[in-house]
């Protein structure tokens, strides 16, 4: 027994701190999101519903913000953690300059995601001077040049799924370059002197070993993915609404500050209804890790 009140005793700065931090407010959000009319200044309102959820469900700006968030999960998810594997494995088979090469791999993560942003739109915005660089190689190969940034939607979309697959593959690349790391070097030499073939090595041997790295890269790519939002900010300007390419994140943060701000209950709607689909889709990934043939 008092043992156990030592455990809870070296526990309880822990607890405090997640249950001010992460508790309450999530209590507080879950308040706010059924108080209908909240009126922040003076901390009043009009009923207790469903109002802010049907107003978010019903609400355009939410619809093409979700619209926008899931084209970016789907797309970016997948593709940046089959590149990142294809990268960890070329990397895992040279020997010469390997650290040069992850060093290289690892930068854009390290660098500051609105820098990098601004580099994209230069790269890929049109000015009365110069339709950018990316839209030169276009022109070069015969092809004609397009308003990625202030275009069409499907430009916007696919410089936005680009730009998202290269500031989070880094980070994929280091964990995945890690894991093919630890597989016990035994296994390869063991199926080598059985003749067992490349292809087949890979995939009874390092695609098992390395699995629990690959679904938890699947899993915390699908979250902030759905969490994106200072990515768009820095290709598209802070007025995403306008351009477009608003996310849920940034409809969250509009309700709270940005034109249409001031509408608290509103914000904490969208935020749980956010919470409510990474939640649901964060379980039906851990369900389809834990029943996989992989393990």
Known sequence: ???????WL???????FLGV???YPLIDVLIYSFEQGYNFSSQTYSGIGWYNYAYVLHDPYFAQALKNTFIIVIITVPISTTLALLISLG????????DLYQTIYFLPYVTNTLAVGLVFMILFKKTPYSDGLINLLIRAFGGASVDFIDGPYPAK??????????????????????ALASVNPDYYKAARVDGTSSRRIFTKITLPMIAPMIFYLVITGFIG???????EVALFGTDLNA????????YIYDMLYGDSGGYPSYASAAALILFAIVFTITCVNLMLSKNS???
């Open 1 to 7: 027994m008092k043992n156990q009140w030592k455990a």
């Open 10 to 16: 070296y526990l309880l700065p822990s607890i405090l």
């Open 21 to 23: 931090f992460m508790v």
């Open 91 to 98: 990397l895992s088979s040279i020997k010469p300059l390997r």
């Open 157 to 178: 979309m696919f410089v936005m799924c680009f730009y998202t697959i290269w500031v989070v593959m880094p980070f994929k690349i280091l964990i995945l370059t890690s």
């Open 225 to 231: 993915a759905f969490k994106a939002y200072s990515d």
């Open 243 to 250: 351009a477009g390419m608003n996310t849920i994140v940034g």
């Open 293 to 295: 043939e992989l393990f």
